[in-house]
């Protein structure tokens, strides 16, 4: 069975950082492209960050501006989404997910985690 597990959200204070972890467990994720979402209260989900199979990148400057930093580690089958120096803004639930293609659109992914908290304030 397809699994993803995210975890390491938390509350922080702005300017803080934190690290999110994404855990493929029954399938390799070294085989995917490999998305992290967000969405806010009363928001439509938002792509953050994607990573390719050949460590490709694509982020969403408008919203991260190289704030976030997101990197696998294969042999841990996880992937990785770090947030510095953050800001109310970035408050949602964070969501990591594959697909086939190197994208930030939600509906290009097809196996989605239950989403990990985070809330930025002070």
């Known amino acids: 069975q397809l699994k993803l597990v995210e975890s390491g959200g938390a509350l922080a204070l702005p300017g803080g950082s934190l690290k999110l972890t994404c855990l493929g467990s029954?399938?390799?994720?070294?085989?995917?492209?490999v998305g992290w979402f967000r969405q806010a209260p009363w928001k439509e989900r938002e792509g953050v960050a994607c990573?390719?199979?050949?460590?490709?990148?694509?982020t969403n400057a408008d919203s991260v501006k190289g704030r976030f930093v997101i990197r696998r580690d294969n042999r841990k089958n996880e992937v990785y989404l770090e947030m510095n120096s953050l800001i109310p803004e970035d408050t949602g639930v964070y969501y990591c997910?594959?697909?086939?293609?190197?994208?930030?659109?939600?509906?290009?992914?097809?196996?989605w985690g239950q989403g990990t908290q985070v809330a930025v304030s002070s």
């Open positions: 990573i390719g199979a050949h460590n490709r990148i694509r």
């Open positions: 029954g399938f390799l994720l070294d085989n995917y492209h």
């Open positions: 997910a594959v697909g086939r293609v190197l994208s930030l659109h939600p509906a290009d992914f097809t196996t």
